[in-house]
């Protein structure tokens, strides 16, 4: 259970708060500052409620500000919900402004007093994940500008990325456009034997055509008007090195062929030249098309695919990415902040929410330019969904929908549950046991209920 630590002097508020928040929370009780404190260190309960008016000095706020002061000192996340009387508002304001996380003013009605504890908890919680998350990111010198996941679709591809690399094997990436083929790439090549040489990339689909074989193979002098001097073209410039050509689909028959000579013979001519010209480079390509499907339509070789995609290695979008949507963003928002100069306490529940369960078409590109735009953007100590570019309606509601005013209490359950699963589920895509210890259920009856409400896993 959550622990709760309530500091009054009042026996009879005590004796209540124990009352109707004892079956909720593990609660700690003290009577003075002094006892709240070893309470305290002894404990680190995440929310606290507070009398400010404490012995010796009952008719002043001078022991409830020191051990409100002594609390955030010793953690400064700590949630302390400052419980005044009806005259105490001037000292309730000052406490916030001190850093407690609200006030309540006497006479206390459980009803609203639970509803603050609880989105105290909620926030605390969140807060823990933010920091939980940033401390599992798998940082490495470069602070998180190469490819990471914890998720096992990541894992799978991390695995193909270790087997790979050692050999001089060609490798397609495939993937949604924004998954992070180049990152993957440069994986490859980073853990490769030829890291310490040149990492060469082109886009094969933003250089027009008639520029793309000089590009790509170079040209003589003379070998068409501006051709003032020889050029080295990206093959050449990637020998003992790698060569990525990314949106290799993009690529025009014609140099589908000279690249499928290069595969087969490992020599290229420059546009304009005769002289056969051996490179020693390896190709890494990617594309966000169906291959296949081009390879139907006549749109690319069948004979080349089989030399680029001796291995193939696809990135999941991130929308089945499960927790490491938040992996990421933590990361992009750390990194955005040190560059913007910028301080935030995290992403509010609202804003994990939509960052959770938003579709994510642009994937990891679209993700990072979000979280970029919501450090410039916010006016909030955390992040909310307006500064993301979401409607806060929209968040709160892929929280819980309620169920219509006409469904029964056994309907409403069952969308409960519905609801629940499919959230586990797409928070741990493909860990079934981890999607049970969330749910607080046996892994059969996590089965049981998947087939009752005919879910997807």
């Known amino acids: 259970m959550e622990k709760l630590l309530i500091v009054d002097d009042n026996d009879d508020i005590r004796k209540q708060l124990k009352w109707g928040l004892g079956r909720d929370y593990a609660l700690e009780l003290a009577k003075d500052a002094n006892h709240a404190l070893t309470q305290f260190r002894r404990h680190k309960p995440a929310v606290v409620t ?15 500000f020191r051990c409100l002061t002594e609390i955030l000192t010793m953690t400064p ?36 007093l639970q509803i603050i504890i609880k989105r105290a908890f ?42 790979v690399a050692e050999s001089n094997v060609s490798v397609l990436i495939t993937g949604e456009s924004g998954t992070g083929k180049e990152l993957a790439a440069r994986a490859i090549h980073a853990r490769s034997p030829r890291r310490e040489n040149a990492f060469v990339a082109i886009n094969c689909g933003a250089i027009p055509e008639n520029l793309l074989e000089a590009e790509l193979f170079g040209h003589e002098k003379g070998a068409f008007t501006g051709a003032h001097s020889r050029i080295q073209g990206k093959f050449e410039y990637a020998h003992q090195g790698t060569l990525f050509l990314d949106e290799i689909g993009e690529l025009p028959p014609s140099l589908q062929v000279k690249l499928l000579r290069f595969l087969q013979e490992k020599v290229i001519q420059r546009v304009g030249g005769r002289e056969d010209i051996e490179v020693d480079a390896r190709i890494l390509s990617a594309t966000n098309i169906d291959i296949h499907q081009a390879m139907e339509a006549g749109t690319f070789r069948e004979d080349l695919f089989y030399r680029i995609g001796v291995v193939s290695i696809n990135l999941p979008p991130l929308r089945e990415r499960g927790e490491d949507i938040l992996i990421l963003a933590n990361l992009f928002l750390r990194r955005n902040c040190r560059e913007h100069n910028r301080d935030t306490g995290g992403f509010s529940v609202e804003s994990a929410t939509c960052l959770r369960t938003y579709d994510w078409p642009g994937n990891v590109r679209e993700l990072e330019n979000k979280i970029q735009r919501a450090v410039i953007m916010s006016n909030t100590p955390f992040i909310v969904p ?49 999607v049970a210890e969330v749910l607080g259920i046996a892994r059969p009856t996590l089965y049981d209920l998947i087939k009752k409400y005919n879910l997807s896993h």
């Open 386 to 434: 307006e500064d993301l570019g979401f409607d806060e309606t929209a968040a709160l509601a892929a929280i819980w929908s309620p169920p219509p005013a006409s469904a029964t209490l056994r309907e409403g359950r069952e969308l409960l549950e519905q609801h629940m699963i499919r959230t586990a589920l797409k928070e741990h895509p493909g860990n079934m046991g981890k």
């Open 50 to 64: 507070l009398d400010l008016g404490l012995p010796p000095h009952e008719d002043t706020s001078e022991e409830g």
């Open 122 to 163: 909620h926030l605390a919680s969140l807060e823990e994940e933010n920091r939980r998350l940033l401390d599992a990111s798998p940082l490495g010198p470069d602070e998180g500008h190469g490819i990471i996941g914890q998720c096992p679709k990541m894992q799978e591809v991390f695995a193909a990325i270790r087997k």
């Open 77 to 112: 996340g700590t949630k302390v919900i400052v419980i005044t009387g009806n005259d105490g508002r001037e000292n309730a304001l000052k406490a916030v402004q001190m850093g407690a996380y609200d006030f309540y003013r006497k006479p206390i009605d459980l009803n609203e």
